[in-house]
């Protein structure tokens, strides 16, 4: 489909059910798949390999994506861990060193002992990634903005250098959604969702996904998808199908709230430093002008002068935002990174990329900004 965002959002990978006329994508609950002879199906044969309700959502996530292929997984990890598992032992990884808590742990705690070694460098860096690549870099894997302080990688940069070394290269994108970025356009060959924060978009489900354009790369990932079974079922798929049709909508609102909360909190007394790409003094704010439609709704903050108690007392205070892990829901939450999302990292590692015991995460929703506004005035002046 050659259509834009807001229609392929709405339209890409459905269209009525052929046996009943069903507008929306029916909730194919089924395991298995009637053959009338063995091999004489309809290219369905069990589901953990193939089901139409999540066959329309890879699609549907194909498109958005600007991509060939799409594979849904139960999980954001399942995903990542699907393109993990091309490797072999004494293979490369490079990699940031601010990346996802989950991504640090599956890296250094599952693939790590199995032989696979990892380079963590700053990916905002574009000579720092070049210098950790060798002879045995296997896979470059990039994340921006990255969770929390929102650092920037330029994916194009990074994607000349990937073709040039022959390297396979994965972004994962959830802090931008495919409505603000679209890394394939940019060289990337694999791009990653965890489908629970912007793309589903109501915090009901959990989902990961792969996105490319090579037809190759695609089958191998399906022959782990299915081989090891980390996929998501139908209820599922059909709920992030309908939390897709509003994806544009919710990231304006998004960008737009997360601007207004930005600019209030960047002179609040309290805050000692915020990070938001929408400023013109981030470091990536030139980066995230030229590969992001808009600067996203995430921001984070330092409490001035908190120690962990303070900061938790602040992070306890708020009566809109909601204090949980996650983000990209229509509900704004605030996150304690360093007990929380980022628990899992040592914390010297964290502390020397920002993740103080006084940094909070917003992840602003799409409720008035001037509730939001208000709800954090209150709790900052406690
Ligand atoms: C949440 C998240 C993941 C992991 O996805 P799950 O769906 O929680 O498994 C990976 N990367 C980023 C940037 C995330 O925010």
């Given at each position: 489909?050659?259509?834009?965002?807001?229609?392929?959002?709405?339209?890409?990978g459905?269209e009525?059910d052929p046996t009943t006329?069903?507008?929306?994508t029916p909730i194919y609950q089924t395991s298995t798949y009637q053959q009338k002879a063995p091999g004489d199906h309809k290219g369905y044969e069990y589901s953990r390999g193939t089901n139409p309700t999540r066959k329309a959502?890879e699609d549907?996530?194909?498109?958005?994506?600007?991509?060939?292929?799409?594979l849904?997984?139960?999980?954001?990890?399942?995903?990542?861990?699907?393109?993990?598992?091309?490797?072999?032992?004494?293979?490369?990884?490079?990699?940031?060193?601010?990346?996802?808590?989950?991504?640090?742990?599956?890296?250094?705690?599952?693939?790590?002992?199995?032989?696979?070694?990892?380079?963590?460098?700053?990916?905002?860096?574009?000579?720092?990634?070049?210098?950790?690549?060798?002879?045995?870099?296997?896979?470059?894997?990039?994340?921006?903005?990255?969770?929390?302080?929102?650092?920037?990688?330029?994916?194009?940069?990074?994607?000349?250098?990937?073709?040039?070394?022959?390297?396979?290269?994965?972004?994962?994108?959830?802090?931008?959604?495919?409505?603000?970025?679209?890394?394939?356009?940019?060289?990337?060959?694999?791009?990653?969702?965890?489908?629970?924060?912007?793309?589903?978009?109501?915090?009901?489900?959990?989902?990961?996904?792969?996105?490319?354009?090579?037809?190759?790369?695609?089958k191998?990932?399906w022959f782990?998808y299915n081989a090891?079974g980390?996929t998501?079922g139908p209820?599922?798929s059909?709920?992030?199908?309908?939390?897709?049709?509003?994806?544009?909508?919710?990231?304006?609102?998004?960008?737009?709230?997360?601007?207004?909360?930005?600019?209030?909190?960047?002179?609040?007394?309290?805050?000692?430093?915020?990070?938001?790409?929408?400023?013109?003094?981030?470091?990536?704010?030139?980066?995230?002008?030229?590969?992001?439609?808009?600067?996203?709704?995430?921001?984070?903050?330092?409490?001035?002068?908190?120690?962990?108690?303070?900061?938790?007392?602040?992070?306890?205070?708020?009566?809109?935002?909601?204090?949980?892990?996650?983000?990209?829901?229509?509900?704004?939450?605030?996150?304690?990174?360093?007990?929380?999302?980022?628990?899992?990292?040592?914390?010297?590692?964290?502390?020397?990329?920002?993740?103080?015991?006084?940094?909070?995460?917003?992840?602003?929703?799409?409720?008035?900004?001037?509730?939001?506004?208000?709800?954090?005035?209150?709790?900052?002046?406690?």
């Amino acid at each position: 489909m050659n259509y834009k965002f807001a229609t392929k959002a709405i339209h890409a990978g459905q269209e009525a059910d052929p046996t009943t006329g069903a507008v929306m994508t029916p909730i194919y609950q089924t395991s298995t798949y009637q053959q009338k002879a063995p091999g004489d199906h309809k290219g369905y044969e069990y589901s953990r390999g193939t089901n139409p309700t999540r066959k329309a959502l890879e699609d549907c996530l194909a498109a958005l994506e600007k991509g060939k292929f799409g594979l849904a997984f139960s999980s954001g990890m399942a995903a990542t861990d699907c393109v993990l598992r091309l490797l072999k032992p004494g293979d490369e990884v490079v990699t940031g060193d601010d990346l996802y808590g989950g991504s640090y742990r599956i890296f250094t705690k599952v693939y790590e002992p199995l032989g696979i070694v990892f380079k963590f460098v700053n990916t905002s860096d574009v000579d720092a990634v070049t210098a950790a690549i060798t002879g045995k870099t296997k896979l470059i894997w990039v994340e921006t903005p990255t969770n929390p302080t929102l650092k920037l990688a330029d994916i194009e940069a990074i994607g000349r250098i990937a073709k040039e070394k022959g390297i396979l290269y994965a972004v994962d994108n959830t802090f931008a959604s495919p409505y603000l970025q679209n890394p394939l356009d940019l060289g990337a060959d694999i791009v990653m969702h965890s489908v629970t924060k912007y793309l589903g978009g109501h915090s009901d489900v959990v989902m990961g996904a792969l996105i490319v354009n090579d037809e190759d790369l695609y089958k191998l990932l399906w022959f782990y998808y299915n081989a090891c079974g980390g996929t998501p079922g139908p209820q599922d798929s059909f709920l992030v199908l309908r939390g897709i049709k509003t994806l544009h909508l919710r990231m304006k609102a998004h960008c737009e709230n997360g601007r207004k909360v930005a600019e209030y909190l960047k002179n609040h007394p309290k805050i000692e430093k915020i990070y938001w790409p929408g400023f013109e003094d981030h470091p990536g704010h030139e980066v995230a002008k030229k590969q992001m439609k808009d600067f996203g709704g995430m921001v984070s903050i330092v409490i001035k002068g908190a120690d962990l108690a303070e900061t938790f007392r602040v992070a306890s205070g708020f009566k809109v935002f909601t204090l949980a892990e996650s983000l990209g829901g229509v509900e704004s939450l605030i996150n304690h990174p360093a007990t929380m999302t980022h628990g899992s990292i040592p914390k010297e590692t964290r502390e020397k990329v920002g993740v103080v015991d006084n940094l909070l995460r917003l992840s602003v929703g799409i409720e008035d900004a001037d509730d939001l506004i208000a709800d954090l005035e209150q709790a900052l002046s406690r």
